[in-house]
C-alpha cells in the first residue's frame, strides 16, 4: 500500500507531535508515514521525541533562507504533505501555493473564533475567557495564504469550566481535541493523496 511521506513542522514540546507519532503506531494512520521532523527552534523539544521515535529530525534556523533550506529538505526526502504542529513561523504564500491542498494546520479554536494573525498558543485561549464563551474546541484546516482561512477539515467542540485559566483551558484543548484531530485530518489527507497517487500509476 502506498503511503503519503509526511514531514511534521513544530517549534515548540511536539505534543501534538507525539500524539501524531502514537496515533501512527496504534496503526490510526496506515496512509500516512511520518517520514521528517523539522525546527525552527534549536531547542524544541520536539527534535527530541522525533529521534526517540526514530524519526530523522532537522533544526533550520530562522533566516532569509529559511524556506529554501526547507524545500530542499522536502525535496530530498520525498515528503507528499506537511503537517504544522504548533509551527510558530508564517509561510510565505509562494511556498504555500507549490503545496496547495497538501498542508494542514491545528489551531486551539473553533475556527472563524479566535483565530488568525496574532492569535497563537495561550493567546488563543486568554482571549476566549475574556470573551467569556462557554464553548471552545479546536480545528484541522488547510493551509492557504491566509492565516487560519483555509478550508476546515474537523473540528471538535470542548466545554470551558468555572474557574478555568488560560493554562487549563489549553490543556483541556490540547488532550479532548488537538490530539485527537490532527491524526484523523493527516490520515484522511494521507488517503487522499495515496489515492491520487495510485490513479497516476
Not at 503511503?3 to 490510526?28: C, F, K
Not at 496512509?31 to 521532523?37: C, F, G
Not at 523539544?45 to 529530525?57: S, W
Not at 504533505?81 to 509551527?87: E, K, P, Q, R, S
Request: hydrophobic share 45%; net charge negative.
Amino acid at each position: 500500500m502506498l503511503r503519503a511521506r509526511t514531514a511534521v513542522l513544530v517549534s515548540g514540546g511536539g505534543t501534538n507531535l507525539q500524539a501524531l507519532i502514537d496515533a501512527s503506531l496504534r496503526g490510526e494512520m496506515p496512509h500516512a508515514e511520518l517520514a521528517l521532523v523539522i525546527s525552527n527552534r534549536e531547542s524544541a523539544y520536539a527534535l527530541t521525541r522525533a529521534g526517540n521515535a526514530g524519526i530523522p529530525a532537522v533544526f533550520i534556523p530562522n533566516g532569509p533562507c529559511f524556506e529554501e533550506e526547507l524545500i530542499a529538505l522536502l525535496d530530498e526526502n520525498g515528503i507528499d504533505m506537511i503537517v504544522l504542529a504548533g509551527f510558530l513561523r508564517i509561510l510565505s504564500e509562494e511556498f504555500i501555493d507549490c503545496w496547495e491542498g497538501r498542508i494542514i494546520n491545528v489551531h486551539p479554536s473553533l475556527i472563524p473564533s479566535f483565530c488568525g494573525k496574532g492569535f497563537y498558543g495561550l493567546k488563543v485561549h486568554e482571549a476566549a475567557l475574556e470573551r467569556g464563551v462557554k464553548v471552545t474546541g479546536a480545528t484541522v484546516h488547510i493551509v492557504t495564504a491566509e492565516a487560519d482561512a483555509g478550508p476546515i477539515l474537523l473540528q471538535k467542540a470542548v466545554a470551558v469550566e468555572d474557574g478555568d485559566t488560560p493554562e487549563t483551558l489549553q490543556r483541556r484543548v490540547m488532550e479532548e481535541a488537538e490530539w485527537k484531530l490532527l491524526p484523523m485530518a493527516a490520515e484522511m489527507l494521507a488517503a487522499k493523496i495515496t489515492e491520487e497517487q495510485e490513479h497516476m500509476i
